[in-house]
């Protein structure tokens, strides 16, 4: 038998595995609405805070909403129903009065955010995720990878840079992707070669082309983020939006739309690194926060059968290739200006100094 005390001055004396309260969110944004969905996602992080949560985490592009209307007709549509100039328009800028109202609520709450959002850049939007410490400052600014097949019409795509897992205190490895790329081996295996051991699963709602469409359904998405658990041997937070009647109003403007899309469609869920679900799931049309109580101390246990990029691995078999620097579209340097040109002949010196006449 464990002598009990012996094992917990030895716990005490050893590596510390940080214990708290997460909030997983199933809601419907305030459909395209910029100040009001901003304004919702405050109230669910200071209820989520009010509860004892540490960390909080929002579905895929919950500000201002999914645009679900690019899976239903034609991008002239999308344009003359006017959707395209109000989706740009409620999407969420970093340097916004609204971004600064979020960075003051999430500091006030003093945990850790995760937020979904359509970030406008410009004249461009882009999937992304916005982890924001108890302090208020950002964490970091990711973009999805990829967007998936129709998002691909909306949204520009993110780079290596953005396959990160950052080290918090009280919270652990903490990082984060979108919906479909759960799919993507290659990119789940760079985040569990960063030693993740939290990780957050952003979802829109499972109410698109249902039933004849299961790959887009619940029940395969919610296995994406199971396996994830069990292949990183990490805890998933799986957020998930829910479709309002709002939105079915403005979007089905014709019989033949009820059928593709549906009100409801949120199924989040929240998972261990052995796989177990560590809370019981709200009904799909129901908005609310599940709350799970996690031990990070479970996912040493886990990896001591499978670290699928430590002892597990095979790297002499197989190895990725991890390009990491941002794409920038514009690099900046200068050339000498025109005038007399000195070069310093000293060896190694690689000096040209431009001197203009």
Not at 6 to 32: M, N, S
Not at 304 to 322: C, E, I, K, Q
């Amino acid at each position: 038998m464990i002598n009990r005390a012996v094992h917990d001055e030895e716990v005490a004396v050893g590596l510390q595995h940080p214990k708290y309260k997460v909030a997983v969110v199933q809601a419907a944004p305030v459909w395209l609405d910029l100040d009001a969905t901003v304004d919702k996602t405050i109230a669910l992080i200071e209820e989520a805070a009010a509860n004892g949560a540490k960390l909080i985490a929002f579905p895929e592009v919950f500000i201002p909403g999914y645009p679900w209307y690019i899976w239903l007709d034609s991008p002239a549509w999308a344009i003359g129903r006017g959707f395209v100039q109000r989706y740009f328009d409620n999407s969420l800028s970093y340097d916004s009065p609204q971004a600064d109202k979020l960075r003051a609520a999430v500091e006030r709450a003093g945990l850790t955010a995760v937020l979904g959002l359509s970030e406008r850049d410009g004249g461009s939007l882009y999937i992304a995720q916005w982890i924001i410490g108890p302090d208020g400052e950002t964490v970091a600014k990711r973009r999805k990878l990829r967007p998936t097949h129709a998002e691909r019409t909306v949204y520009g795509e993110g780079d290596g840079s953005d396959l990160a897992v950052f080290d918090r205190p009280d919270i652990g490895r903490l990082g984060a992707l979108c919906c479909w790329e759960h799919l993507q081996p290659l990119s789940k295996y760079a985040m569990y070669a960063q030693n993740e051991q939290v990780h957050v699963a952003s979802w829109p709602s499972f109410s698109l082309y249902d039933p004849f469409a299961p790959a887009l359904g619940w029940e395969v998405n919610n296995a994406a983020s199971r396996v994830y658990a069990v292949e990183g041997s990490c805890f998933v937070l799986a957020p998930c939006a829910t479709v309002s009647p709002a939105m079915i109003e403005d979007m089905c403007d014709r019989e033949a739309k009820h059928g593709l899309l549906h009100a409801g469609g949120g199924h989040a869920t929240i998972f261990g690194p052995d796989g177990s679900m560590l809370a019981a799931k709200l009904p799909p049309d129901q908005e609310g926060l599940l709350y799970a109580d996690i031990d990070l101390a479970a996912i040493g246990v886990a990896k001591n059968a499978a670290d699928p990029a430590g002892h597990y691995s095979r790297p002499d078999v197989t190895r990725l290739l991890l390009n990491r620097k941002p794409a920038r579209r514009v690099e900046h340097f200068a050339l000498p200006v025109d005038g007399e040109v000195e070069v310093d002949h000293r060896a190694g010196s690689g000096v040209v100094t431009a001197q203009t006449s």
